[in-house]
T-cell receptor, first 116, second 116 residues
Framework: AQSVTQLDSHVSVSEGTPVLLRCNYSSSYSPSLFWYVQHPNKGLQLLLKYTSAATLVKGINGFEAEFKKSETSFHLTKPSAHMSDAAEYFCVVSDPVREYGNKLVFGAGTILRVKS | DTAVSQTPKYLVTQMGNDKSIKCEQNLGHDTMYWYKQDSKKFLKIMFSYNNKELIINETVPNRFSPKSPDKAHLNLHINSLELGDSAVYFC???????????????FGQGTRLTVV
């Protein structure tokens, strides 16, 4: 089965400084990986996805993630944090458990706090 | 135009009652899901449907019964509600691409269920 581990439960940065949210995955084959963001009391919004094309993936709102097979990592970065980035971020791997049967396996989440 | 919509957004009910949550997607996807987010914000799949057929049932109590009248709808009925059922329930959809591959999932805004 596929799994993901988010290495930090909380990350705090100052506005204008870089963001790094770390995610490691475990997969028996080439995975599909995603980052989702959840603002307080809101639904889940896709930030970006990796599906075996380019290893550096660009997403919305200036976020990027790099797929590193040798390190089994898919870390999320942003060069300059904005106050509106404060939210919870989930690293997710797709786990196709059977024909026509897929499930998204979520990490435990990382709460990003942005200080002014 | 909302891609995945759930109703109601909030649901407060007493123990022992029966309640339903409705979900509709207008993306033309063939796969729909129910996820449960617990009080620690951990997200776990409950059910996955493909073309109205139940494909994944992730050891959910029998009190939970999903129903998919057509590809665009997936409802969740819960009998004899218990305190532990309090959570946020998310509906989602994606499209099967073949060869154990799916598009990214689009999520509804969630239904916050509180059992008192």
């Amino acid at each position: 089965a596929q799994s993901v581990t988010q290495l930090d439960s909380h990350v705090s940065v100052s506005e204008g400084t870089p963001v790094l949210l770390r995610c490691n995955y475990s997969s028996s084959y080439s995975p599909s990986l995603f980052w989702y963001v959840q603002h307080p009391n809101k639904g889940l919004q896709l930030l970006l996805k990796y599906t075996s094309a380019a290893t550096l993936v660009k997403g919305i709102n200036g976020f990027e993630a790099e797929f590193k097979k040798s390190e089994t990592s898919f870390h999320l970065t942003k060069p300059s944090a904005h106050m509106s980035d404060a939210a919870e971020y989930f690293c997710v791997v797709s786990d196709p458990v059977r024909e026509y049967g897929n499930k998204l396996v979520f990490g435990a989440g990382t709460i990003l706090r942005v200080k002014s | 135009d909302t891609a995945v919509s759930q109703t109601p957004k909030y649901l407060v009910t007493q123990m022992g009652n029966d309640k339903s949550i409705k979900c509709e997607q207008n993306l033309g996807h063939d796969t729909m899901y129910w996820y449960k987010q617990d009080s620690k914000k951990f997200l776990k799949i409950m059910f996955s449907y493909n073309n109205k057929e139940l494909i994944i049932n992730e050891t959910v109590p029998n009190r939970f019964s999903p129903k998919s009248p057509d590809k665009a709808h997936l409802n969740l009925h819960i009998n004899s509600l218990e305190l532990g059922d309090s959570a946020v329930y998310f509906c989602a959809s994606s499209q099967f691409l073949g060869e154990r591959s799916w598009t990214e999932a689009f999520f509804g805004q969630g239904t916050r269920l509180t059992v008192v």
